[in-house]
């Protein structure tokens, strides 16, 4: 039987791709709901082009707009925030990805998860702001999580098989993004087209400043440490220019084992959507001949601060990652729309961090709470420094 898949953010990056992946192989899988926030056009587009069985706008200006364009087709249309956490409970879908952006991806998770969905996790941050709830959750109502990022889904491959007392230390590789090799000169005076010239992957903004700021390494630390139940001295970062090892397992009896593939996003979707199974595919092969040499060399943590509060708020646990990952989608937000500058992005964090008060073992509630009262203290922030 084929594998019958929700798409929530199917108009973004991993969502378009997600969509090249169920196109390439529909004797495997099918679409049975899409969602997207703003982006009705595409949205559109794909209904009619995959036929899903609904169909969520987020934008609930947007319903009148896509009801029209899809009155001819048997498809639902509903719209709301709320209807795309209420959509994952369709007894039709066998499995979810969540490929939203940011805090928005945190309830429609939790929804799959507790009606006992498997999910193909590419929103990082829902580990990030709610992973002890998050695994908790999975755990009570076995939902098998899937990561698709591809250095967690590297991680996952490369434990296959293994017992997770045997392993010493995780290596998350990392680009390097588009400011490798700067100086703090230079960094003073990066903008925001500088900051999206990514040199290898192809990503929507958020992440691609994220990746610049290598703050998306951090978000992957804190996600790596819930996916894999590993201690933060257990997780370690490397730059790695080439992006063709996408991460690596070092066991403690002193072996290693990388994944390594050419930097495509739709691999690590095929294998979350095929899993257990691999299944062949027609993506171009790695040559060894078009990388004859490999390059690695530790992250700058003085020049990329946003790596060391990662760690600190994975050591004091709570909600403080909860605070970071809010903290951050409004400094980078601000970023974008050239309000503030890059090296200013850390100093946001850092300031609600420290203001913001701290919750040791926090509810959803408090999840919920924390996110809002950041946003709050990060704009209250930002609009003093300029």
């Keep these: 039987m084929k594998k019958r898949i929700a798409i929530l953010g199917s108009t973004g990056s991993i969502g378009t791709q997600a969509l090249e ?7 495997l899988f099918e679409v049975e709901v899409l969602s997207a926030q703003n982006n009705c056009d595409l949205l559109i587009e794909q209904a009619k082009a995959f036929k899903p069985n609904a169909v969520v706008i987020g934008n609930e200006q947007c319903y009148p707009k896509v009801s029209e364009a899809l009155k001819a087709c048997p498809i639902k249309v509903f719209a709301g925030v709320e209807a795309i956490s209420q959509i994952v409970e369709m007894d039709t879908i066998d499995l979810v990805l969540s490929a939203l952006v940011g805090y928005a991806g945190l309830k429609p998770t939790l929804n799959a998860i507790r009606n006992g969905k498997s999910m193909a996790l590419a929103n990082k941050e829902t580990l990030v702001i709610a992973g002890k709830l998050v695994m908790k959750e999975a755990g009570l109502h076995k939902s098998l999580i899937l990561p698709v990022d591809s250095e967690h889904s590297a991680i996952f491959q490369c434990l296959i098989g293994e017992q997770p007392s045997a392993v010493e230390k995780i290596y998350l590789t990392a680009s390097g993004g588009p400011f490798l090799g700067y100086n703090q000169d230079q960094l003073k005076a ?18 691609t400043i994220d990746s610049a700021s290598m703050m998306n390494k951090g978000l992957e630390v804190i996600e790596a440490h819930w996916l894999f139940n590993l201690k933060p001295e257990q997780i370690d970062v490397v730059i790695h220019p080439q992006s063709v090892i996408h991460s690596m397992v070092q066991f403690h009896d002193g072996s290693m084992k990388a994944q390594m593939g050419i930097p495509d996003m739709k691999m690590p979707i095929l294998f979350a959507f095929a899993y257990p199974h691999r299944v062949p595919s027609e993506f171009p092969r790695l040559s060894f001949a078009d990388f004859q040499q490999l390059s690695f060399l530790p992250p700058d943590k003085t020049l990329f601060p946003c790596l060391s509060l990662a760690y600190l708020v994975l050591e004091g646990g709570g909600n403080m990652a909860c605070i970071l990952n809010a903290a951050n989608e409004i400094a980078v937000t601000a970023f974008l729309e050239n309000r503030i500058e890059f090296l200013e992005i850390p100093e946001v964090i850092g300031h609600c961090l420290h203001k913001l008060p701290f919750v040791q073992d926090p509810s959803y509630e408090d999840y919920v709470n924390s996110h809002l009262e950041t946003m709050i203290k990060a704009e209250e922030f930002i609009s003093r420094l300029h």
Excluded: C, Q, Y
């Design 190 to 207: 990066a903008t925001r087209e500088e900051a999206l010239k990514h040199p290898n992957w192809k990503m929507g903004n958020k992440i």
């Design 21 to 27: 992946v169920v196109s390439k192989h529909p004797d």
